[in-house]
Protein backbone atom coordinates (compact mmCIF):
# COMPACT_ATOMS: atom_id res chain seq x y z
CA UNK A 1 0.00 0.00 0.00
CA UNK A 2 1.27 3.60 -1.26
CA UNK A 3 2.76 5.34 2.00
CA UNK A 4 -0.05 7.27 3.60
CA UNK A 5 1.78 10.38 4.09
CA UNK A 6 2.01 10.71 0.31
CA UNK A 7 -1.82 9.01 -0.67
CA UNK A 8 -3.42 12.35 -1.58
CA UNK A 9 -0.83 14.33 -3.08
CA UNK A 10 -2.71 14.15 -6.25
CA UNK A 11 -6.06 14.79 -4.92
CA UNK A 12 -5.88 17.84 -3.27
CA UNK A 13 -8.23 20.12 -5.59
CA UNK A 14 -10.77 17.43 -5.53
CA UNK A 15 -10.54 17.46 -1.58
CA UNK A 16 -10.68 21.16 -0.59
CA UNK A 17 -13.91 21.19 -2.99
CA UNK A 18 -15.85 18.13 -2.21
CA UNK A 19 -15.06 16.58 0.83
CA UNK A 20 -17.41 16.91 3.46
CA UNK A 21 -17.12 19.37 6.58
CA UNK A 22 -18.07 17.83 10.32
CA UNK A 23 -21.40 17.93 11.95
CA UNK A 24 -21.36 21.39 14.31
CA UNK A 25 -22.52 18.92 16.89
CA UNK A 26 -19.61 17.73 17.78
CA UNK A 27 -18.77 21.01 19.53
CA UNK A 28 -21.64 20.85 21.65
CA UNK A 29 -20.85 17.31 22.24
CA UNK A 30 -17.04 18.25 23.76
CA UNK A 31 -18.24 21.40 25.37
CA UNK A 32 -20.59 18.83 27.89
CA UNK A 33 -18.63 16.14 27.76
CA UNK A 34 -15.00 17.02 27.34
CA UNK A 35 -14.99 20.60 28.66
CA UNK A 36 -14.14 22.17 25.44
CA UNK A 37 -14.14 26.00 25.60
CA UNK A 38 -12.38 28.79 23.34
CA UNK A 39 -9.41 28.81 24.92
CA UNK A 40 -8.56 25.05 24.80
CA UNK A 41 -5.75 24.33 22.80
CA UNK A 42 -5.89 22.17 19.96
CA UNK A 43 -3.59 20.11 18.12
CA UNK A 44 -5.08 18.31 15.11
CA UNK A 45 -2.98 15.81 13.92
CA UNK A 46 -3.23 15.16 10.09
CA UNK A 47 -4.68 17.85 9.62
CA UNK A 48 -5.08 17.43 5.80
CA UNK A 49 -6.54 20.26 3.91
CA UNK A 50 -7.63 21.47 7.15
CA UNK A 51 -11.40 20.82 7.30
CA UNK A 52 -11.54 19.83 11.00
CA UNK A 53 -9.18 22.20 12.08
CA UNK A 54 -11.47 25.20 10.79
CA UNK A 55 -14.01 23.84 12.97
CA UNK A 56 -12.25 24.86 16.27
CA UNK A 57 -11.12 27.92 14.30
CA UNK A 58 -14.14 29.06 13.94
CA UNK A 59 -14.45 27.77 17.41
CA UNK A 60 -12.00 30.46 18.77
CA UNK A 61 -9.50 27.54 19.33
CA UNK A 62 -5.94 27.66 19.11
CA UNK A 63 -5.10 25.21 16.43
CA UNK A 64 -1.86 23.31 15.28
CA UNK A 65 -2.56 21.64 12.43
CA UNK A 66 -0.46 18.57 12.16
CA UNK A 67 0.42 17.62 8.82
CA UNK A 68 3.44 15.27 6.76
CA UNK A 69 1.36 15.71 3.22
CA UNK A 70 3.55 18.82 1.57
CA UNK A 71 0.73 19.47 -1.17
CA UNK A 72 -2.16 18.94 1.41
CA UNK A 73 -0.43 21.14 4.05
CA UNK A 74 -0.20 23.79 1.32
CA UNK A 75 -3.91 24.16 1.12
CA UNK A 76 -4.75 24.17 4.40
CA UNK A 77 -2.39 26.84 4.38
CA UNK A 78 -4.48 28.77 1.84
CA UNK A 79 -7.24 27.91 3.24
CA UNK A 80 -6.98 28.88 6.71
CA UNK A 81 -4.40 32.08 6.28
CA UNK A 82 -7.16 34.01 7.67
CA UNK A 83 -6.98 32.48 11.30
CA UNK A 84 -4.41 34.13 13.13
CA UNK A 85 -4.92 31.10 15.97
CA UNK A 86 -3.74 28.48 13.13
CA UNK A 87 -0.16 27.30 12.89
CA UNK A 88 0.73 24.87 10.10
CA UNK A 89 3.31 22.02 11.38
CA UNK A 90 4.97 19.74 8.84
CA UNK A 91 5.30 16.46 11.21
CA UNK A 92 3.64 13.19 11.49
CA UNK A 93 1.41 11.62 14.58
CA UNK A 94 4.26 9.63 15.44
CA UNK A 95 6.66 12.79 15.75
CA UNK A 96 4.64 15.94 15.85
CA UNK A 97 7.42 18.30 17.29
CA UNK A 98 4.81 19.90 19.93
CA UNK A 99 5.87 20.75 23.41
CA UNK A 100 5.47 18.56 26.49
CA UNK A 101 2.11 18.66 28.22
CA UNK A 102 0.95 21.73 25.80
CA UNK A 103 -2.21 20.70 24.35
CA UNK A 104 -5.92 20.30 25.48
CA UNK A 105 -7.28 18.33 23.02
CA UNK A 106 -5.64 15.94 20.34
CA UNK A 107 -8.35 15.51 17.13
CA UNK A 108 -7.69 13.31 13.66
CA UNK A 109 -10.44 13.60 11.47
CA UNK A 110 -10.22 10.57 8.67
CA UNK A 111 -6.62 10.08 9.90
CA UNK A 112 -6.05 8.02 12.89
CA UNK A 113 -6.17 4.53 11.05
CA UNK A 114 -3.15 6.04 8.91
CA UNK A 115 -1.22 6.15 12.07
CA UNK A 116 1.54 3.79 13.84
CA UNK A 117 -0.77 3.10 16.90
CA UNK A 118 2.41 2.55 19.76
CA UNK A 119 4.07 5.83 18.37
CA UNK A 120 1.46 7.55 17.65
CA UNK A 121 0.16 6.74 21.34
CA UNK A 122 3.76 7.54 23.25
CA UNK A 123 3.61 11.00 21.45
CA UNK A 124 -0.43 11.93 22.41
CA UNK A 125 0.56 11.22 25.89
CA UNK A 126 3.71 13.55 25.59
CA UNK A 127 2.32 16.57 24.38
CA UNK A 128 -1.24 16.65 25.98
CA UNK A 129 -1.60 18.49 29.58
CA UNK A 130 -3.03 16.18 31.97
CA UNK A 131 -6.23 15.37 32.16
CA UNK A 132 -6.56 15.79 28.09
CA UNK A 133 -8.68 14.43 25.42
CA UNK A 134 -8.08 12.86 22.05
CA UNK A 135 -11.08 12.70 19.86
CA UNK A 136 -10.68 10.78 16.86
CA UNK A 137 -13.81 11.31 14.00
CA UNK A 138 -14.28 9.62 10.72
CA UNK A 139 -17.23 10.72 7.98
CA UNK A 140 -18.22 7.55 6.60
CA UNK A 141 -20.99 6.10 4.30
CA UNK A 142 -23.46 2.84 5.18
CA UNK A 143 -24.62 1.29 2.22
CA UNK A 144 -28.09 0.57 3.24
CA UNK A 145 -28.89 4.40 3.77
CA UNK A 146 -29.94 4.66 -0.04
CA UNK A 147 -29.95 2.93 -3.55
CA UNK A 148 -26.64 5.69 -4.61
CA UNK A 149 -24.82 4.56 -1.50
CA UNK A 150 -25.09 0.93 -2.54
CA UNK A 151 -24.62 1.60 -5.36
CA UNK A 152 -21.43 3.52 -5.17
CA UNK A 153 -19.83 1.10 -3.32
CA UNK A 154 -20.51 -1.56 -5.54
CA UNK A 155 -18.53 0.66 -7.70
CA UNK A 156 -15.32 1.57 -5.93
CA UNK A 157 -15.42 -1.98 -4.65
CA UNK A 158 -14.57 -3.11 -8.79
CA UNK A 159 -12.63 -0.26 -10.08
CA UNK A 160 -11.15 1.12 -7.07
CA UNK A 161 -7.27 0.33 -6.30
CA UNK A 162 -7.64 -0.68 -3.08
CA UNK A 163 -10.95 0.05 -1.88
CA UNK A 164 -11.28 -2.79 0.30
CA UNK A 165 -7.81 -2.52 2.29
CA UNK A 166 -9.10 1.07 3.49
CA UNK A 167 -12.19 0.02 4.30
CA UNK A 168 -10.54 -2.66 6.61
CA UNK A 169 -7.99 -0.30 7.83
CA UNK A 170 -10.59 1.46 9.19
CA UNK A 171 -13.04 -0.78 10.14
CA UNK A 172 -10.67 -3.27 12.02
CA UNK A 173 -8.61 -0.67 13.31
CA UNK A 174 -9.83 -1.07 17.42
CA UNK A 175 -9.83 2.72 18.37
CA UNK A 176 -11.19 1.34 22.08
CA UNK A 177 -7.73 -0.64 22.70
CA UNK A 178 -6.03 2.75 22.05
CA UNK A 179 -7.31 4.17 24.85
CA UNK A 180 -6.84 0.99 27.29
CA UNK A 181 -6.76 0.09 30.38
CA UNK A 182 -9.03 4.06 29.84
CA UNK A 183 -12.08 3.64 28.09
CA UNK A 184 -13.42 5.86 25.04
CA UNK A 185 -17.22 6.65 24.14
CA UNK A 186 -18.56 6.49 20.43
CA UNK A 187 -21.37 8.88 19.22
CA UNK A 188 -22.53 8.61 15.76
CA UNK A 189 -24.14 11.93 14.07
CA UNK A 190 -26.08 11.73 10.16
CA UNK A 191 -25.80 14.26 7.44
CA UNK A 192 -25.44 14.54 4.17
CA UNK A 193 -24.39 16.47 0.97
CA UNK A 194 -25.87 17.65 -2.46
CA UNK A 195 -24.36 16.95 -5.03
CA UNK A 196 -24.33 17.58 -9.07
CA UNK A 197 -22.45 15.10 -11.46
CA UNK A 198 -19.31 16.84 -11.50
CA UNK A 199 -19.54 17.06 -7.59
CA UNK A 200 -20.18 13.24 -7.31
CA UNK A 201 -17.08 12.57 -9.64
CA UNK A 202 -15.16 14.96 -7.49
CA UNK A 203 -16.06 13.43 -3.77
CA UNK A 204 -15.20 9.88 -5.44
CA UNK A 205 -11.94 11.12 -7.06
CA UNK A 206 -10.71 13.10 -4.19
CA UNK A 207 -10.73 9.06 -2.11
CA UNK A 208 -7.12 7.31 -1.94
CA UNK A 209 -8.50 4.48 -3.72
CA UNK A 210 -9.87 6.50 -6.73
CA UNK A 211 -7.85 4.91 -9.67
CA UNK A 212 -5.55 7.84 -11.66
CA UNK A 213 -6.36 8.99 -15.01
CA UNK A 214 -3.68 6.93 -16.51
CA UNK A 215 -5.19 3.81 -15.28
CA UNK A 216 -7.31 1.43 -16.98
CA UNK A 217 -10.06 1.18 -14.62
CA UNK A 218 -10.39 5.13 -14.31
CA UNK A 219 -12.76 5.23 -17.67
CA UNK A 220 -14.75 2.73 -16.46
CA UNK A 221 -15.14 4.02 -13.12
CA UNK A 222 -16.53 7.35 -14.47
CA UNK A 223 -19.08 5.76 -16.81
CA UNK A 224 -20.49 3.68 -14.25
CA UNK A 225 -20.27 6.55 -11.97
CA UNK A 226 -22.51 8.73 -14.44
CA UNK A 227 -25.10 5.73 -14.73
CA UNK A 228 -25.63 5.85 -10.54
CA UNK A 229 -26.21 9.63 -10.86
CA UNK A 230 -28.71 9.00 -13.78
CA UNK A 231 -30.31 6.77 -11.65
CA UNK A 232 -31.02 8.41 -8.97
CA UNK A 233 -30.79 11.91 -9.94
CA UNK A 234 -33.83 14.04 -9.13
CA UNK A 235 -33.03 17.62 -10.87
CA UNK A 236 -30.11 16.63 -11.40
CA UNK A 237 -28.90 16.45 -8.24
CA UNK A 238 -28.30 13.25 -6.22
CA UNK A 239 -28.03 13.30 -2.07
CA UNK A 240 -25.10 11.37 -0.88
CA UNK A 241 -25.88 10.41 3.07
CA UNK A 242 -23.28 10.25 5.63
CA UNK A 243 -22.50 8.82 9.23
CA UNK A 244 -19.95 10.50 11.14
CA UNK A 245 -18.52 8.49 13.75
CA UNK A 246 -16.68 10.15 16.69
CA UNK A 247 -14.77 8.35 19.60
CA UNK A 248 -13.09 10.30 22.68
CA UNK A 249 -11.61 9.08 25.52
CA UNK A 250 -8.27 10.35 27.42
CA UNK A 251 -5.49 7.94 27.49
CA UNK A 252 -4.60 6.41 30.95
CA UNK A 253 -1.29 5.26 32.00
CA UNK A 254 -0.28 1.67 30.56
Given amino acids: MLDPTKRFSNRVENYVKYRPAYPPEILALLEIECGL ?26 VFGVEPNREMRAAADKLLAKYSKFSSIAATAEATTLVNASIDFITA ?29 WNG ?3 ETS ?50 FEGLKGRLLSSSYAPEPDHP ?16 QTDDKVVFCYETELYYGQLSAK
Fill in 217 to 232: HYQPLLLGLEEIFDAN
Fill in 141 to 143: FRV
Fill in 37 to 62: TPASVIADVGSGTGILSEMFLKHGNR
Fill in 147 to 196: PLNNAYQQLVLKYGTDYQEVRREIICCDVESFYAPGACQCVRFEFQQSFD
Fill in 109 to 137: GQAFHWFDRERSRAEFARVLKPGGWVVLV
